[in-house]
C-alpha cells in the first residue's frame, strides 16, 4: 500500500511560479512510476507529466513545467513556471508499480494509487 500526499498548491498570478510536491509512503519509492494531473472544474482529469525510468510531459506545459523525484526522500516534484490561468485546476500526484508504455501513462486507469490533490489557481 502506498500513501500518496501533495502539498505546494496556491493561489498565483499569471506568469508566476509554484512548486508542487507529492510525499509518497513505503520503502519501495523508487520502483514506483509517478504522474501528475490535473482536473478542471467541469473537465475529465488529464495527464500533466510522468517520471519513472524517463520523464514526459503533456503538450500544453513542455517547456514551462518540470518533473523531478528525489528517491531517498520519497518524493516528486512539480516545479511549474509561466502560470497561465488555464493550469487552474485540482493536482493529482499518482503512482503505478514498475514501468508502463509510454502511451498508457497517460490514461488514469494505469496507476494504482493516488493522492487527494492539491489546488491550483491562477489569476489572470
Known amino acids: 500500500q502506498v500513501q500518496l500526499v501533495e502539498s505546494g498548491g496556491g493561489l498565483v498570478q499569471a506568469g508566476g511560479s509554484l512548486r508542487l510536491s507529492c510525499a509518497a509512503s513505503g520503502r519501495t519509492f523508487s520502483e514506483y512510476g509517478m504522474g501528475w494531473f490535473r482536473q478542471a472544474p467541469g473537465k475529465e482529469r488529464e495527464f500533466v507529466s510522468w517520471?519513472?525510468?524517463?520523464?514526459y510531459y503533456a503538450d500544453s506545459v513542455k517547456g514551462r513545467f518540470t518533473i523531478s523525484r528525489d528517491n531517498a526522500k520519497n518524493t516528486v516534484y512539480l516545479q511549474m513556471n509561466s502560470l497561465r490561468s488555464e493550469d487552474t485546476a485540482v493536482y493529482y500526484c499518482a503512482a503505478v508499480r514498475g514501468g508502463v508504455a509510454r502511451p498508457m501513462m497517460r490514461s488514469p486507469r494505469v496507476y494504482e494509487y493516488w493522492g487527494q490533490g492539491t489546488q491550483v489557481t491562477v489569476s489572470s
Open positions: 517520471s519513472g525510468g524517463n520523464t
